[in-house]
């Protein structure tokens, strides 16, 4: 029982498991952006577009009277709508990280390393100034 205490601690505490953890707090807060973001700005903007209509209200009775079931099929058209939505959302902000994250790796690769002295020199260089090693 020891060493599979001593395991676990072991593992909770790789900073990748920490990594993950700290992942899925900040997904919750950005999911709660994201979900305000649809429903408070792009829903009512669809709206407009569709005439004012409302599909979160179309349903199907299943039975007769105040208590009888209903099939809400208009809840299930929105959740959809909203996961287009949120995919879209999504996808934009993930496309736009990685256009960020792609320019400042270029901007990065202006120098290397020789292979003989180990100093930094200009990417281009084919002469080591440091060592004056031809360089392949």
């Known amino acids: 029982m020891k060493s599979f205490i001593k ?11 920490m990594q993950m953890a700290i992942g899925i707090i900040i ?13 408070d700005i792009i829903t009512p903007l669809l ?3 569709t005439g004012g209509f409302d599909f979160s209200q179309l349903a199907i009775a299943l039975g007769e009277g105040e208590e009888a079931a209903s099939l809400n099929y208009g809840a299930f058209i929105m959740a959809v709508i909203n996961f287009l939505l949120i995919s879209i959302v999504i996808f934009c ?4 990280v990685n256009k960020f994250n792609r320019k400042k790796e270029e901007e990065a690769a202006t120098t290397k390393v020789c292979p003989y002295c180990k100093s930094e020199i200009d990417i281009e260089a084919t002469k080591c100034p440091h060592c004056t090693s031809e360089l392949g």
Do not use: D, Q, R, Y
């Open 47 to 49: 709206s407009l577009l």
């Open 7 to 17: 395991e676990f601690k072991e593992f909770i505490s790789k900073g990748s498991v």
């Open 93 to 96: 902000i993930i496309k736009g």
């Open 27 to 39: 997904g919750g807060a950005f999911t709660a952006i994201v979900t305000s973001l649809v429903n």
